[in-house]
């Protein structure tokens, strides 16, 4: 079983916004994915030739493609670009002992457990996903939202340094994806999509607050990930606010160096 920190909700002022997703039917045994990428065949081709305009983002972006509507399983892996990490039996576990702790804070005799999973549909709450990437990596997934915009120092930290954020994980239209950067393509944002797992449009770094605004307009829920010690600083020098701001696990796709035009951005209002 999974030990499941609960945050101190004052002390980082995030609210959590009650969402309705949509269900799915189990699929913890299929193994006929399309997109299931190796770090051998991938190493392979980076090696020999990381500049080589023949390896496309596609090529080396892990992104599974959507499975019925597992999209929440699909979008954490790809935010970790590790398709080893985060399997349904550990996000179930994790789901368990928040419906539990739910019930002792609530001294209810019963509580509806598919608040946050669904073994039968393959639901799981954004609370699930939080508390995985705490568990597993130290990372907080804060919601932009939720901070206060006048007096919180999470909050400003984020957004006086969006440009060198790392990633974001999306909740829009009872959909789970990601947008993330990886380290040798630094000037452009990849949407990582289980819907689309064959084209992985961009977005310049330059533009990610356009893009940020389109998603708010669109009824669209934004997390960043930051390190968990974020949370218990009150001011941050300056040669720790990268590995704040990139508290994502190294990968494969970070050896990279995408070929990106004007062709691959994506078109957005």
Do not use: W
Not at 191 to 206: A, E, G, L, Q
Not at 250 to 269: G, I, Y
């Amino acid at each position: 079983n999974f030990h499941v920190s609960v945050p101190n909700v004052s002390s980082i002022d995030v609210i959590i916004k009650e969402e309705t997703n949509k269900k799915c039917k189990d699929h913890l045994r299929c193994t006929n994915n399309k997109r299931r990428k190796t770090s051998t065949n991938i190493n392979n081709n980076i090696h020999n030739n990381i500049y080589n305009d023949n390896i496309h983002p596609e090529d080396a972006i892990v992104c599974e493609e959507q499975q019925l509507l597992f999209c929440g399983r699909h979008a954490l892996r790809a935010f970790v670009q590790n398709l080893d990490k985060f399997d349904d039996s550990s996000l179930i576990s994790i789901g368990q002992e928040l419906a539990t702790q739910e019930l002792l804070i609530h001294e209810q005799e019963r509580i509806n457990q598919d608040i946050y999973y669904s073994i039968e549909d393959g639901f799981y709450h954004i609370e699930v996903i939080q508390n995985a990437l705490r568990h597993e990596f130290n990372i907080e997934l804060i919601q932009l939202e939720a901070l206060n915009r006048t007096a919180h120092f999470i909050y400003e930290v984020i957004m006086n340094n969006i440009l060198d954020v790392q990633a974001f994980f999306i909740h829009k239209g009872n959909h789970y994806f990601c947008v993330r950067r990886f380290d040798n393509t630094v000037d452009y944002f990849f949407i990582i999509d289980s819907f689309s797992p064959n084209i992985h449009k961009t977005i310049p770094r330059n533009r990610i607050l356009d893009y940020i605004e389109y998603l708010c307009k669109n009824d669209g829920l934004i997390y960043i990930p930051v390190s968990a010690h974020l949370l218990q600083m009150h001011s941050i020098p300056s040669d720790l606010l990268h590995s704040v701001l990139h508290p994502l696990p190294t990968c494969d796709a970070d050896q990279v160096v995408f070929t990106v035009n004007e062709r691959t951005n994506l078109t957005f209002s």
